[in-house]
């Protein structure tokens, strides 16, 4: 979706809200296409000093397999971003929260493409404590224990048991 920031840029104050909803599905990241649903934002443009503010909320589904036990899970997210548009860039690196729109519109899907794939979390996990899989047989621990996983014994407990 584009936007038109002529009238932004025109005059002081010129505030608007835009809600839609971007296609992402085509994205692919680690051999896998993430976005299964639709993502919505909500987008507030106001104007000031010959800049556009822009606030966006965006809520995404992410679906892909876990970086422990590979299982896939999908987990929702509503992150809010601040970009601040203005025409010509004064010495302020492009891209980041300062974005230069030199012909007064706005790529809003890139732009958001953009935020949501720099806030990308680290590590994707189905939960927290993910056991993640055996090294030996490969089973996933989150199902219960195999036979041939050992839990690494702690030297100071050895200690302790052989005085026992
Ligand atoms: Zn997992
Ligand atoms: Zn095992």
């Known amino acids: 979706m584009e936007i038109d920031l002529r009238r932004f840029l025109k005059a002081d104050e010129t505030e608007d809200a835009v809600s839609c909803e971007l296609d992402f599905s085509g994205v692919e ?32 589904t992410l679906a892909m397999p876990c970086d422990r036990c590979a299982e896939t899970v999908s987990k929702e997210y509503a992150k809010d971003f601040f970009h601040i548009l203005v025409k010509e860039l004064e010495g302020e690196e492009d891209g980041g929260e300062v974005i230069s729109v030199p012909e007064e519109k706005l790529d809003l899907d890139q732009l958001l493409l953009e935020d949501v794939l720099l806030d990308m979390p680290g590590q994707f996990l189905c939960r927290e404590d993910c056991k993640g899989l055996c090294p030996q047989c490969g ?5 219960g224990f195999c036979g041939c996983y050992q839990p690494e014994t702690d030297p100071r407990l050895e200690v302790l048991r052989q005085l026992l």
């Open 29 to 60: 990241l680690g051999g896998v296409k993430p976005f299964c649903a639709p993502v919505k934002a909500k987008v507030r443009l106001k104007s000031f000093a010959g800049s556009v503010e822009l606030r966006a909320r965006v809520e995404y």
């Open 139 to 143: 089973k996933n621990l989150n199902e």
